[in-house]
């Protein structure tokens, strides 16, 4: 194992890696930091923010540098937020939260349930085409759930874990469900298990196998899966063809790509893999890309990647970049909050659009950065390799950076406001970004309410679905229904390393 792969993996190891390089039990550890057995295992598996204290004791234990200690909990929290919480959750009743307001008589819109919702971000786009309303949303985190029944007042939300919950007794509340949308964890689904072999009350079904029976117990007309994109590659694509095939088995007529919702005017190049099927025999035509983006795709060179034609043939409008999303915002530095409007006249066609009518400005709150990290945020530029030699010890190349402001984003993670984890420094002010500034980089308008302490927030707008992207899935869906499949041709090219 060569240095570079060997640093990686221990990355991504996180604090268990470095306990086990200091010869410490998990009981004898916890003790000596003094903080709960069940905390410091909530820690180790990427589950829970590090505050400093706790920092600044597991460095002294674990006789390493406190910024290492940081450093590998972050880098390890990136990989294992999919499926957040599941592993530390307790068994126990569902929660069910009763939707705001009543549907309107005589509605006739699909509806829509929405699967691992998270806050909410794709069947929120479903909704904003008009043609669709969401009557349930299920999370295993109740500040999730609190979220997303904020701004879909038809839903109803359920708090707790998918497979616990009886997918009759939820179509009792909701009424018939005709889109399913979601976008389960992946670990533990087997690409070795056939799907006929599954029931909904084995204890060993994966999240995947979940939603798998939730299309089959409720039979929706249409569901939208998305994941991310290493599920392409992850076990030589193995798994991948094993939830296809569970689709399949599962009655429905498939067709998937990767994409990226730059090519849709979300400004961030945020790659995702989406799986769109129907049990009504209709084929299933993907969107025509509206934006150009110049970027190289994690998927390489494979056909299924959905691309936007080259700029030069007028067909497309430019990406939308990280200035044209945020740059009305007034500035704030570290540890300040803004809760008003920046007066402008000038502002961008994008940012007119996403302030939505908004009347106050909100989550426009920077993180209060260590003095240390200011300095660290003063000299960052493209990439760490621009700060001065020996200011950090570690870190991935992305750390510590810039981002660009004629650029869409990079894709925004849970940790966009912690700039040792990932580039997310905002391109003219010394800080990260605000979580407005992140939900705006996700397409979120300024009117969509978060619920939730400022952590909680953070991780619901870095784990979402471009609403952007999710209503023009939407809109295709309807529109498969209502026009000539051959009036919209797919643009699909290979792509150049």
């Given at each position: 194992?060569?240095?570079?792969?060997?640093?990686?993996?221990?990355?991504?190891?996180?604090?268990?890696?470095?306990?086990?390089?200091?010869?410490?039990?998990?009981?004898?550890?916890?003790?000596?930091?003094?903080?709960?057995?069940?905390?410091?295992?909530?820690?180790?598996?990427?589950?829970?923010?590090?505050?400093?204290?706790?920092?600044?004791?597991?460095?002294?234990?674990?006789?390493?540098?406190?910024?290492?200690?940081?450093?590998?909990?972050?880098?390890?929290?990136?990989?294992?937020?999919?499926?957040?919480?599941?592993?530390?959750?307790?068994?126990?009743?569902?929660?069910?939260?009763?939707?705001?307001?009543?549907?309107?008589?005589?509605?006739?819109?699909?509806?829509?349930?929405?699967?691992?919702?998270?806050?909410?971000?794709?069947?929120?786009?479903?909704?904003?085409?008009?043609?669709?309303?969401?009557?349930?949303?299920?999370?295993?985190?109740?500040?999730?759930?609190?979220?997303?029944?904020?701004?879909?007042?038809?839903?109803?939300?359920?708090?707790?874990?998918?497979?616990?919950?009886?997918?009759?007794?939820?179509?009792?509340?909701?009424?018939?469900?005709?889109?399913?949308?979601?976008?389960?964890?992946?670990?533990?689904?087997?690409?070795?298990?056939?799907?006929?072999?599954?029931?909904?009350?084995?204890?060993?079904?994966?999240?995947?196998?979940?939603?798998?029976?939730?299309?089959?117990?409720?039979?929706?007309?249409?569901?939208?899966?998305?994941?991310?994109?290493?599920?392409?590659?992850?076990?030589?694509?193995?798994?991948?063809?094993a939830i296809i095939d569970a689709f399949t088995e599962a009655g429905y007529r498939l067709s998937w790509r990767i994409v990226n919702a730059s090519m849709f005017g979300v400004p961030q190049n945020r790659e995702?893999?989406?799986?769109?099927?129907?049990?009504?025999?209709?084929?299933?035509?993907?969107?025509?890309?509206?934006?150009?983006?110049?970027?190289?795709?994690?998927?390489?060179?494979?056909?299924?990647?959905?691309?936007?034609?080259?700029?030069?043939?007028?067909?497309?409008?430019?990406?939308?970049?990280?200035?044209?999303?945020?740059?009305?915002?007034?500035?704030?530095?570290?540890?300040?909050?803004?809760?008003?409007?920046?007066?402008?006249?000038?502002?961008?066609?994008?940012?007119?659009?996403?302030?939505?009518?908004?009347?106050?400005?909100?989550?426009?709150?920077?993180?209060?950065?260590?003095?240390?990290?200011?300095?660290?945020?003063?000299?960052?530029?493209?990439?760490?390799?621009?700060?001065?030699?020996?200011?950090?010890?570690?870190?991935?190349?992305?750390?510590?950076?810039?981002?660009?402001?004629?650029?869409?984003?990079?894709?925004?993670?849970?940790?966009?406001?912690?700039?040792?984890?990932?580039?997310?420094?905002?391109?003219?002010?010394?800080?990260?970004?605000?979580?407005?500034?992140?939900?705006?980089?996700?397409?979120?308008?300024?009117?969509?309410?978060?619920?939730?302490?400022?952590?909680?927030?953070?991780?619901?707008?870095?784990?979402?679905?471009?609403?952007?992207?999710?209503?023009?899935?939407?809109?295709?869906?309807?529109?498969?229904?209502?026009?000539?499949?051959?009036?919209?041709?797919?643009?699909?090219?290979?792509?150049?390393?």
């Open positions: 194992m060569n240095t570079k792969t060997e640093h990686m993996t221990k990355q991504q190891g996180g604090l268990r890696v470095l306990r086990q390089e200091a010869k410490l039990r998990l009981s004898d550890l916890a003790k000596a930091v003094d903080i709960s057995l069940e905390q410091l295992k909530l820690l180790e598996r990427g589950l829970a923010e590090l505050d400093e204290g706790v920092a600044a004791r597991l460095s002294k234990e674990l006789n390493t540098p406190i910024q290492r200690v940081r450093s590998m909990h972050e880098a390890f929290r990136v990989i294992a937020t999919p499926g957040e919480g599941y592993t530390t959750s307790k068994q126990g009743e569902f929660r069910v939260s009763s939707p705001a307001a009543p549907r309107p008589g005589g509605d006739r819109r699909r509806t829509v349930l929405d699967l691992f919702c998270g806050a909410g971000g794709l069947s929120y786009g479903f909704e904003r085409t008009g043609r669709f309303v969401t009557v349930g949303g299920i999370d295993l985190l109740q500040d999730r759930v609190n979220t997303f029944t904020s701004n879909h007042p038809h839903a109803h939300g359920f708090a707790g874990d998918i497979r616990q919950i009886d997918p009759q007794k939820l179509v009792e509340l909701t009424g018939p469900i005709d889109v399913v949308v979601g976008g389960p964890p992946c670990q533990g689904f087997s690409s070795i298990r056939p799907f006929r072999t599954l029931t909904e009350q084995d204890p060993r079904n994966s999240l995947v196998e979940s939603y798998v029976l939730m299309l089959t117990s409720l039979r929706p007309e249409w569901f939208v899966f998305e994941n991310v994109v290493g599920l392409v590659t992850h076990e030589g694509g193995k798994k991948l063809d995702r893999v989406v799986i769109v099927g129907n049990r009504i025999g209709v084929d299933f035509v993907w969107p025509r890309p509206t934006h150009y983006s110049d970027y190289r795709s994690m998927a390489g060179r494979r056909s299924e990647l959905l691309r936007a034609d080259p700029l030069f043939n007028g067909l497309q409008r430019p990406a939308v970049t990280l200035d044209e999303a945020i740059a009305d915002l007034p500035a704030v530095a570290s540890g300040e909050e803004c809760t008003e409007y920046r007066a402008s006249a000038n502002t961008t066609e994008y940012q007119r659009a996403i302030r939505d009518g908004a009347a106050a400005l909100t989550w426009h709150r920077a993180t209060k950065h260590s003095p240390k990290m200011l300095e660290i945020i003063r000299h960052s530029g493209s990439s760490i390799a621009d700060l001065p030699e020996g200011m950090v010890t570690s870190g991935f190349s992305s750390c510590y950076s810039r981002l660009d402001a004629n650029r869409p984003s990079t894709t925004i993670t849970v940790n966009f406001v912690h700039p040792s984890s990932n580039r997310c420094i905002h391109p003219h002010q010394d800080r990260a970004l605000t979580p407005r500034e992140g939900a705006r980089l996700q397409s979120f308008p300024d009117t969509f309410v978060f619920k939730g302490t400022s952590a909680q927030v953070i991780k619901q707008i870095g784990n979402a679905v471009p609403p952007r992207l999710g209503q023009v899935i939407a809109q295709q869906i309807h529109d498969c229904l209502s026009e000539p499949s051959d009036e919209r041709a797919p643009v699909l090219v290979e792509v150049d390393d």
